[in-house]
């Protein structure tokens, strides 16, 4: 039996999630209560007056049990207390008012009812003072009737049908069961409503989880691009209302690229993790940080008056990124580029602002790196001029406007030609000529350079089959060859193609690569040049000097020629660090067994020095400058007749 109660009144604890829906039942139960006592109260009314053949009775003592009730509604309402009132209160109109007229089963069956209207609560208490209501109420209306009490005139009595407790305790032991009944349904109705809230809750933590995650950035949790358009505009309403300014800070991390390729992705990843915390430390708490992207970050500042206030946030930016980091046991040196836009100066809409700092922040990568630059005007006016010629040049290379030039380089010690490197120029139809320094770069960025690069293996094995027609069988002509192009391209695929189908000795050809190259894609270019090599093509290591490689790098790569670079060789007037620098790598070429050729060499002075210090070859203006294959071919008819 105890644990038939137990089970049947162990009411499951209501969640957190769940009390307010349960709350929200309660008030509204509270409503539906009154307006089923208020029918009541008509009821009442309306079955005393039978007996009594006045309304007066039955629709005063009823006011004083509904009136209150309809007076504390708005202030109690929702309440635990209130619902027991009520659930007294129901009982009082069951078993006071509806008995009177009514038969044993009516008025049972009236408190049933009554009793089960009141699990609309998904409550048991209030089904509990219900049941005490009656239980009591009969014990109570027992002795009045015995003793014939009255009340308003009215003979109080509990039954029109006689009195005595055998009655009173059938009615309990019904009432009562009739409890279990109802607590059991209850409890059913609880732990039904519990469920469904669980399940709306769950969603509700999916909802409110994707709605984070459509609004973040997964990695670093800072808002993402979407995110930051929309607080952005607010920000730009909010600025033109009080005529505030605001900057756009565009943060880009310096050769990002390198550490991902080489390091892995773990590393990347807990970089980026360390940059965002880094930013948040860096700037006052209500500028806004977002991730747009790979290691790209745009920062929104506003309470300045005038642009130069923000330089020293800036420096300090800059500054906290050149500390060496610890990531997973790499001690990495970091540093980055930001540009800066400001509203409303610079633009009024936030699409040209964004687009404005990343521009800027273009400029400092250009000045460097590790720097910073405001957007201007005439920033935007070159960076057009760049867009031009990017959509220019997919037109130039259908028209044939590509075409390779030949700068010779000479033995040192006798001054024959030994060779030439190839190099791209751009004779634009209405432009003119248009310096590789200028667009190089800008193919690279847009992968048009692997379009060029293949022209310049086709053209060139093909200069290379003209040469060797003409009886210049021993030119080693070398075509510069960027980064792109060991990363998206089959290199290996194309030289191997054209030396074929040309029909060309392979050793006739080389390849320029930067130390760039060598250091970026250790192991992929490391594959990718000892197959070239198999080939018999040769390669040049160009710019020698500038970047970092080391001598064990140098040592693990199959490199046949050093090229080194115009700077260096600049340094040789009369300047001795210069020439000790020279002799330097000189001496390291030869040590690893590689032949050495001089770039830039423009005097006397330097080509004699260069010659005598073991310079294998030299390349120059000194000598002679780029020239057409043409040219190329009769400077090459002149060398042999004076030989
Ligand atoms: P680079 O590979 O270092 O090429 C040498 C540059 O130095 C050439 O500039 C050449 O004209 C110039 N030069 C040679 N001798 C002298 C000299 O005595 N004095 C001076 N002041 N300059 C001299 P250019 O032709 O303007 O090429 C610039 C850069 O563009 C090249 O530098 C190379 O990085 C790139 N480039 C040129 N052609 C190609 C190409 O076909 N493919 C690729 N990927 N890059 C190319
Ligand atoms: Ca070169
Ligand atoms: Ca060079």
């Not at 629709?59 to 009730?69: K, R």
């Not at 209030?126 to 009045?144: D, E, G, K, Q, S």
Request: overall charge negative; hydrophobic content about 45%.
């Amino acid at each position: 039996m105890k644990k038939i109660v137990n089970y049947i009144f162990s009411f499951p604890e209501i969640p957190s999630y769940a009390k307010m829906n349960f709350q929200l039942f309660h008030i509204e139960s509270d409503r539906v209560m009154l307006r089923l006592l208020v029918l009541q109260w008509a009821i009442a009314t309306f079955v005393t007056s039978i007996k009594y053949s006045t309304y007066y009775y039955g629709f005063f003592s009823g006011a004083l049990i509904v009136l209150p009730l309809v007076l504390l509604y708005k202030h109690l309402k929702g309440e635990r207390y209130f619902r027991y009132f009520i659930a007294v209160a129901m009982m009082l109109f069951s078993v006071i008012f509806i008995q009177q007229y009514l038969g044993r089963i009516e008025m049972h069956f009236h408190v049933f009812i009554a009793m089960a209207i009141l699990t609309l609560y998904k409550d048991v208490m209030p089904l509990v003072f219900a049941a005490a209501t009656t239980i009591i109420h009969h014990i109570v209306f027992n002795y009045l009737q015995l003793y014939e009490v009255s009340l308003f005139d009215m003979p109080v009595m509990v039954f029109n049908y006689g009195c005595g407790f055998d009655i009173v305790i059938l009615h309990a032991i019904f009432v009562i069961i009739e409890l279990f009944v109802l607590g059991y349904i209850v409890r059913l109705q609880i732990e039904h409503t519990i469920n469904i809230n669980e399940s709306q809750n769950r969603v509700n933590e999916l909802n409110r989880e994707l709605a984070h995650l459509s609004m973040h950035d997964m990695l670093t949790d800072l808002p993402n691009r979407l995110n930051l358009n929309e607080k952005i505009q607010n920000i730009l309403i909010d600025a033109e209302k009080n005529a505030k300014k605001f900057a756009v800070i565009f943060l880009d991390l310096d050769h990002f690229k390198n550490i991902n390729d080489t390091l892995g992705h773990d590393i990347g990843d807990a970089l980026l993790k360390r940059v965002a915390a880094l930013l948040k430390e860096s700037v006052s708490k209500d500028t806004l940080i977002a991730r747009i992207g790979g290691d790209e970050f745009i920062m929104v500042a506003s309470d300045f008056n005038d642009q130069n206030e923000l330089v020293p946030t800036i420096n300090n930016l800059l500054n906290n990124f050149r500390k060496d980091l610890l990531i997973k046991g790499y001690l990495l040196r970091l540093s980055a580029s930001i540009g800066i836009s400001i509203y409303p100066d610079d633009a009024q809409n936030v699409k040209d602002l964004m687009k404005y700092a990343d521009i800027a922040m273009y400029k400092a990568k250009g000045d460097g790196r590790d720097n910073f630059s405001f957007f201007s005007q005439e920033l935007n006016t070159k960076v057009h001029t760049e867009v031009d010629i990017v959509n220019d040049m997919q037109r130039a290379f259908a028209e044939n406007e590509f075409q390779l030039y030949y700068q010779p380089k000479v033995d040192a010690l006798n001054g024959k030609i030994i060779g030439a490197e190839a190099l791209l120029r751009w004779q634009h139809k209405q432009k003119g000529f248009i310096p590789p320094s200028l667009f190089i770069p800008l193919a690279e960025n847009t992968g048009f350079i692997l379009n060029l690069g293949k022209f310049v293996i086709q053209s060139s094995t093909q200069a290379i089959k003209r040469f060797s027609s003409l009886g210049f069988k021993d030119l080693s002509i070398s075509i510069n060859v960027s980064t792109r192009q060991f990363q998206n391209s089959n290199l290996y695929q194309d030289l191997k193609e054209n030396i074929e189908y040309n029909r060309i000795d392979p050793t006739q050809l080389g390849i320029e690569i930067t130390e760039g190259v060598i250091l970026k894609y250790v192991e992929n270019t490391l594959s990718a040049l000892r197959e070239i090599k198999k080939l018999g093509v040769s390669v040049y290591v160009d710019d020698f000097g500038t970047g970092y490689s080391s001598l064990s790098y140098l040592k693990k790569f199959p490199i046949d020629t050093l090229k080194i670079d115009k700077s260096f060789v600049d340094d040789i007037v009369d300047n001795e660090n210069g020439k000790s620098l020279v002799n330097t790598i000189l001496s390291m070429g030869k040590s690893l067994h590689l032949k050495t050729v001089a770039e830039g060499v423009e005097t006397k002075e330097q080509y004699e020095f260069l010659r005598d210090n073991g310079c294998d070859a030299i390349q120059g203006y000194y000598f002679a400058k780029p020239m057409c294959e043409d040219e190329f071919i009769a400077l090459l008819e002149k060398d042999k007749m004076y030989s």
